[in-house]
C-alpha cells in the first residue's frame, strides 16, 4: 500500500499514513497532534521496488 505524507494547516505538524486507494478517496483524516481536519498532502519523491534484477 502506498505511503503519503500530510501536513496539518492548524498546527504545522507533518505525518506520513499507510493508506489503501480506497481509504485515501474517502479523505477522512485527521492530524494526530491537534485533531484538525484541516491536511495538506505534502509532494514527496517516490521509488519503485520490483523483484526483478536489471
Known amino acids: ?3 503519503y505524507s500530510f501536513k496539518c494547516a492548524k498546527c504545522g ?3 506520513r499514513e499507510i493508506l489503501s486507494f480506497r481509504e485515501y ?3 477522512k ?3 494526530p ?3 484538525s481536519g484541516k491536511i ?3 509532494l514527496e519523491p517516490f521509488y ?3 523483484s526483478r534484477k536489471s
Do not use: N
Open 48 to 50: 519503485a521496488k520490483t
Open 33 to 35: 497532534k491537534c485533531g
Open 29 to 31: 483524516r485527521k492530524c
Open 40 to 42: 495538506v498532502q505534502l
Open 25 to 27: 478517496e474517502e479523505g
Open 1 to 3: 500500500m502506498p505511503t
Open 13 to 15: 505538524k507533518t505525518f
